[in-house]
């Protein structure tokens, strides 16, 4: 047991807090606790309460749940006691907070947008963008060019996505739900009320936990609209400002509709430069995120 207690802390260190308090609160596991009991410590969530439950740290008595193995877990406090000191600053230091640079980039996103509006804006913007894609806009059709741009796009919004999102963190934030509602169905089956009760009061203290999992999924999003904001305005430039030679580069033909220029609305009211962008975008994202491990996202 004392492994498994250990290897759960070093895992989860803020465990190491709760654990402190399930024992303190149990006469150093003596006693069995309830959730209602404990819930109102700052040292636990409903979270690892039900991860404790989990990992079989914490088993089902007649009249609560009590420590498995109390000197297991009185030993693994102690060797691990930086852990459990230092689970709050890990907490508050989680990638989900949007730090001074997040805030800036986003400004500035917001800022670009306003190009779609304002021309001064576009033009800059795309004259600079330009720069950069002239020379592939030279030697490659400009359906081509645009699938070349959402590869970028989708290569830089996926490595994002991996880097600033705690992908484990997100996931075991599902598990525990999905853990909630495999007890809740359990006890609606054995016609648990009393379970049922403190199960619904872990879901309601779990949303917390979920607004967490959405703000660590959409963090990034500053800094990929800082990106996809302007490739955006340079094809919105190209296209509907007149810097794209339509005698030459009038349009193309999409999958299932035909040919059609760029200008044309193809899904109601999106030109088809638009809809070939978001295909190929969605398309290499999904190729992009599986061996990333990215599939995780809020529910």
């Not at 009185?74 to 907490?91: F, M």
């Not at 800036?104 to 804006?121: D, E, K, Q, R, W």
């Not at 904001?229 to 033909?253: K, N, Q």
Request: net charge negative; glycine share 8%; with cysteine.
């Amino acid at each position: 047991m004392t492994t498994t207690v250990g290897t759960t802390i070093r895992e989860n260190p803020g465990l190491a807090a709760a654990l402190e308090a399930i024992m303190d609160e149990s006469d150093d596991g003596e006693e069995t606790v309830e959730w209602k009991d404990i819930k109102d410590r700052d040292a636990i969530d409903s979270g690892q309460w039900g991860r404790l439950i989990q990992t079989d740290a914490l088993v089902e008595r007649e009249n609560g749940f009590a420590i498995a193995d109390p000197d297991a877990v009185a030993e693994a406090l102690e060797s691990d006691a930086t852990a459990g000191s230092s689970s709050a600053d890990l907490d508050e230091s989680s990638g989900s907070s949007w730090r001074t640079a997040d805030k800036v980039a986003g400004l500035v996103s917001l800022t670009l947008m306003t190009g779609y509006y304002f021309s001064p804006i576009r033009t800059v913007v795309g004259g600079a963008v330009d720069v950069v894609f002239q020379p592939l806009n030279d030697v490659l059709p400009f359906y081509a060019v645009i699938l070349s741009l959402a590869l970028v796009t989708g290569l830089f919004t996926s490595l994002l996505q991996a880097k600033m999102v705690d992908q484990s963190k997100v996931k075991g934030i599902q598990q525990k739900m999905q853990d909630i509602n495999e007890r809740e169905q359990a006890a609606k089956e054995r016609g648990d009320d009393d379970a049922l009760e403190q199960i619904q009061q872990e879901k309601m203290d779990a949303i917390g936990d979920q607004g967490e999992m959405m703000k660590e999924n959409f963090r990034p999003m500053a800094w990929i609209m800082l990106l996809t904001i302007p490739a955006f305005l340079w094809m919105y430039w190209m296209i509907r400002d007149g810097h794209l030679d339509t005698a030459v580069e009038g349009g193309m033909i999409l999958p299932f509709v035909g040919e059609t220029g760029w200008r044309e609305g193809v899904a109601g009211p999106m030109p088809a430069w638009i809809v070939w962008y978001f295909l190929c975008s969605m398309g290499f994202s999904q190729l992009i995120r599986k061996p990333l491990d990215l599939n995780a996202t809020p529910t």
